[in-house]
């Protein structure tokens, strides 16, 4: 048992004592005509009742949580225990103070259908947590873009979801802003979810666009380009298509997957691009771009003979 569920079993043992011993020490004095031992000792049965749930609900957490679990399943256990104590605290404290379980969940349920009249969009916010959780779209720790927000995932609540930007109008190439964003769970209902790194496969597909001139050896150019991006990240990219591949096999889907770096070729108008295509973590594709970029401009340099860049005379 933690100390703090030790804490609350104490406080409800004390509460207990106290609700027994209440007509005792008040005596027979009434408050609005109701008896003064009566109303003291129910709410000291009251404040009891909450500390034993809560204490459950810590020992509950501590048996339910191995420390050896990651922090996604964390979360998202202790997001649904939570809630689920929070519903039997509710019910467990009207029982108490009416002393009637049956009347207690009627006025419970009278009460909710109020509540959902009147608060439709937090319901939907709590329904949309339900869904994430269910069929969990993304996790704590998650690159993510809903609807127009883009950020990791740092916290799934009951209502809200809180990202930490990434883009957005202070900075661009996929680095983080400082700001956090709070998006309403009901959004993933009915917007556009996109998961840059799941658990599954937290990589994506990126491209680094070189441009030579025509005068340039093309092929030689791109041989280079693809030997030069192989060397930087063709082992880890191969081990991880593999992946890809068995997951792919468990789909309908049928896609040519290559388990290293290709070099597409795209004609513009002075000037030849030549786009290197590569399997990345989104949460290191900058850094692992700009160290890209600068091998490959390295080894371009090492042979200008055949490796043209493209010259403007623009002033």
Request: some cysteine.
């Amino acid at each position: 048992m933690t100390r703090r569920a030790t804490v609350l079993v104490l406080a409800a043992l004390a509460c207990g004592v106290l609700s027994a011993t209440t007509p005792e020490l008040v005596g027979a004095a009434t408050v609005g005509g109701y008896p003064l031992a009566v109303v003291v000792a129910r709410a000291f049965a009251v404040f009891g009742t909450a500390f034993a749930v809560g204490a459950a609900y810590h020992v509950a957490v501590s048996l339910a949580l191995s420390a050896t679990m990651d922090k996604r399943r964390r979360h998202r256990a202790q997001s649904v225990l939570r809630l689920a104590f929070l519903v039997v605290a509710a019910i467990a404290v009207l029982g108490v103070a009416t002393d009637r379980w049956v009347p207690a969940l009627v006025s419970l349920g009278v009460a909710g259908v109020a509540v959902s009249l009147a608060l439709q969009q937090p319901l939907l916010s709590l329904l949309g947590w339900v869904y994430v959780m269910t069929k969990q779209p993304y996790q704590v720790g998650d690159r993510v873009r809903i609807d127009d927000s883009k950020g990791d995932v740092i916290d799934v609540d009951y209502l809200v979801t809180t990202l930490w930007e990434v883009n957005g109008e202070l900075v661009s190439t996929n680095q983080p802003s400082g700001r956090h964003i709070t998006v309403p769970n009901s959004v993933v209902l009915t917007s556009h979810v996109v998961n840059f790194s799941r658990e599954e496969f937290p990589y994506v597909w990126n491209e680094l666009p070189v441009q030579v001139a025509y005068e340039t050896d093309l092929e030689f150019a791109q041989t280079l380009l693809q030997e030069t991006t192989e060397e930087y990240l063709g082992e880890t990219m191969a081990r991880e298509v593999e992946r890809f591949r068995r997951q792919l096999a468990e789909t309908p889907v049928e896609l040519e997957v290559q388990d290293r770096p290709s070099v597409n070729v795209k004609q513009g108008e002075s000037w030849v691009e030549l786009r290197v295509r590569y399997l990345v973590s989104p949460k290191r594709a900058q850094r692992v771009r700009n160290d890209l970029y600068e091998r490959v401009l390295e080894a371009f340099n090492e042979h200008p003979e055949r490796v043209k860049f493209p010259v403007s005379r623009n002033r």
